[in-house]
């Protein structure tokens, strides 16, 4: 593993579950943090409380303002930016059939007009320096689809031809952009599952369990070290064997 003491990282939704984990990975290895929040800035600040020299930022990802605001804020703080983690991501099931537009659009705007807002802005930057490293949270559920979760599944499949196209663009400029799927975590997000529900997803993992925030984190964590730069356009799963 490279050095990677006094990089800059900007994680989004970086204050809990699975973006806090990479939060406190990237932060470990002495890279400052810039941990993006929507609603809840506890976590963010607990973070940047445990780890000097990391910093909050709150804004709406699904708002190309806000993205343009936190980037910014970043590089005035930080002076540069080395890794960006697109990370946030929101759920709004409901049958398809049942759908409202609304519940369509909040999901695409923030999982995948997010991801390009944030990644576009970070490109222009990356570019210039000639380095960077751009990790996407998609989802096994962005490869098998799932009931109830077309809005979400139509999102994170997305984020494969993003990642695909946009690493394709990057390489000669010394970007990778890479995605990591994971399958079902123990965050926020899969804490309201109802037990029936749950005992039937984890009869569908080969391990028999939930994988948790650090073993996805881990993983980001390969992708943005400089080391990692053969390695661009690339689809990581960490799902307990749930697809293969
Ligand atoms: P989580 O615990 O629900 O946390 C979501 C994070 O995203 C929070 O930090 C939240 O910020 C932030 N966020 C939500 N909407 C936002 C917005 N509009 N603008 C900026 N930030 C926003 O989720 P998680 O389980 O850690 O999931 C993290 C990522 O992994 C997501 O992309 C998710 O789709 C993906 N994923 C999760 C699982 C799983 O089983 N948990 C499986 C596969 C993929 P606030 O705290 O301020 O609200």
């Known amino acids: ?70 980037v910014d804020e970043v590089l005035e703080q930080h002076g540069q930016l080395d890794v960006l983690v697109n990370n946030a991501g929101i759920t709004a099931d409901k049958m398809m059939h049942k759908m409202e537009t609304d519940e369509w659009d909040s999901v695409i705007q923030v999982n995948l007009s997010g991801t390009f807002y944030l990644t576009r802005l970070a490109f222009l930057h990356m570019s210039e320096r000639e380095t960077g490293r751009i990790v996407n949270i998609s989802s096994v559920i962005g490869e098998q689809g799932n009931m109830g979760q077309a809005n979400y599944s139509a999102a994170k499949s997305g984020l494969f031809g993003l990642t695909m196209s946009v690493a394709q663009e990057a390489a000669r400029k010394g970007v990778t952009v890479n995605c990591v799927a994971p399958g079902y975590i123990e965050t926020d997000m899969t804490a309201n599952v109802p037990d029936k529900v749950r005992d039937k997803i984890v009869s569908g993992i080969p391990m028999r369990r939930l994988g948790q925030p650090d073993e996805v984190a881990r993983v980001v964590e390969f992708l943005a070290d400089p080391d990692s730069i053969y390695i661009t356009g690339q689809v990581y799963s960490v799902n307990g064997g749930m697809a293969m």
Do not use: F, W
């Open 1 to 70: 593993m490279a050095d990677m003491t006094g990089q800059v990282a900007l994680v989004t939704g970086g204050g809990r579950g699975i973006g806090a984990a990479i939060s406190r990975r990237l932060a470990e290895r002495g890279v400052r943090v810039a941990i993006g929040y929507s609603n809840s800035p506890d976590g963010a600040q607990k973070i940047a409380d445990d780890y000097p020299g990391c910093s909050i930022h709150q804004g709406d990802i699904g708002k190309k303002e806000d993205c343009q605001r936190v």
